[in-house]
């Protein structure tokens, strides 16, 4: 029978699951919304893995990490999720010289060297550049977070050369979430566009994680976009813009921590850690 290595990531806001074969293949993916209770939301969904794959395969390892990963006493080890994103994403992109993660409460810069991670700078103390920040302005602009997806799309990105248009994005002041939504309150009663107002909230987000990231211009290889806000349109362009280069996104970008601890687990079985 064959045998699977699963990585658990238990973020603030979603709980990861990635399986992956002997060959480091994903072959299973699932997520669910947080709860009160981490450590049962990540359980739930560790059984399910299980009871799906029992009749070709076996777990024989499962390495959790993320905010909660201390919590998943049924793991077989807890890792930081800045080793597991530097291991998924060098694992999709080997050439890559750094990682944006952009999570619902945190964001991180994580520079890599030789394959490994080099340093890291990490904001968990403040929402302004996390997806928390995105959720604020979602419900003061009435929308659901699937529809700030298609929000961020119903018009062409501004370019670096723009200047202030009724399509370009607002200038948002405040690096503080209470203070930007106050902004965010006025534009709207100014009649400025939703749409407009989301770009400049998401680029007010880029210049903080920005100005993370030190010397840019140090970094040569490919930096790779990952985490749960990756998935909002739009949020790409503006570091693009803010940083002046391109950026590489997973097809799965949510689940690159989750990947990584799958494949750290895979690894220790293999060195018969």
Same mark, same amino acid.
Do not use: W
């Given at each position: 029978?064959?045998?699977?290595?699963?990585?658990?990531?238990?973020?603030?806001?979603?709980?990861?699951?990635?399986?992956?074969?002997?060959?480091?293949?994903?072959?299973?993916?699932?997520?669910?919304?947080?709860?009160?209770?981490?450590?049962?939301?990540?359980?739930?969904?560790?059984?399910?893995?299980?009871?799906?794959?029992?009749?070709?395969?076996?777990?024989?390892?499962?390495?959790?990490?993320?905010?909660?990963?201390?919590?998943?006493?049924?793991?077989?080890?807890?890792?930081?999720?800045?080793?597991?994103?530097?291991?998924?994403?060098?694992?999709?992109?080997?050439?890559?010289?750094?990682?944006?993660?952009?999570?619902?409460?945190?964001?991180?810069?994580?520079?890599?060297?030789?394959?490994?991670?080099?340093?890291?700078?990490?904001?968990?103390?403040?929402?302004?550049?996390?997806?928390?920040?995105?959720? $604020?302005?979602?419900?003061?602009?009435?929308?659901?977070?699937?529809?700030?997806?298609?929000?961020?799309?119903?018009?062409?990105?501004?370019?670096?050369?723009?200047?202030?248009?009724?399509?370009?994005?607002?200038?948002?002041?405040? *690096?503080?979430?209470?203070?930007?939504?106050?902004?965010?309150?006025?534009?709207?009663?100014?009649?400025?566009?939703? *749409?407009?107002?989301?770009?400049? $909230?998401?680029?007010?987000?880029?210049?903080?994680?920005?100005?993370?990231?030190?010397?840019?211009?140090?970094?040569?290889?490919?930096?790779?976009?990952?985490?749960?806000?990756?998935?909002?349109?739009?949020?790409?362009?503006?570091?693009?813009?803010?940083?002046?280069?391109?950026?590489?996104?997973?097809?799965?970008?949510?689940?690159?921590?989750?990947?990584?601890?799958?494949?750290?687990?895979?690894?220790?079985?293999?060195?018969?850690?």
């Amino acid at each position: 029978m064959d045998k699977l290595y699963i990585g658990i990531d238990a973020g603030s806001r979603a709980t990861k699951l990635v399986a992956v074969d002997a060959a480091g293949k994903g072959v299973h993916y699932a997520t669910v919304d947080q709860s009160v209770r981490p450590a049962d939301t990540a359980r739930e969904l560790f059984d399910a893995a299980c009871a799906r794959t029992r009749r070709t395969a076996t777990v024989a390892r499962c390495v959790a990490t993320g905010y909660a990963r201390n919590l998943l006493t049924f793991a077989d080890r807890a890792i930081t999720e800045i080793t597991c994103h530097a291991k998924g994403c060098l694992a999709l992109y080997p050439a890559a010289e750094a990682v944006i993660e952009i999570g619902g409460q945190d964001s991180k810069f994580i520079r890599l060297r030789q394959g490994r991670v080099h340093d890291f700078v990490m904001n968990d103390r403040c929402a302004a550049g996390t997806g928390r920040f995105l959720e $604020v302005v979602a419900v003061r602009l009435g929308l659901s977070l699937t529809a700030l997806h298609q929000e961020g799309t119903q018009a062409p990105a501004p370019q670096p050369h723009e200047t202030e248009t009724p399509c370009a994005p607002v200038t948002i002041s405040s *690096m503080c979430v209470v203070f930007a939504e106050t902004e965010v309150i006025g534009l709207l009663a100014a009649g400025t566009p939703p *749409m407009v107002i989301m770009r400049g $909230v998401q680029r007010a987000i880029a210049t903080r994680v920005a100005a993370m990231t030190g010397n840019r211009n140090q970094l040569h290889g490919d930096i790779i976009f990952t985490g749960g806000v990756a998935q909002v349109r739009g949020m790409s362009d503006a570091l693009t813009h803010v940083l002046n280069r391109p950026l590489l996104i997973p097809g799965r970008p949510q689940y690159t921590g989750a990947l990584g601890a799958a494949l750290i687990a895979r690894d220790e079985c293999m060195r018969g850690v």
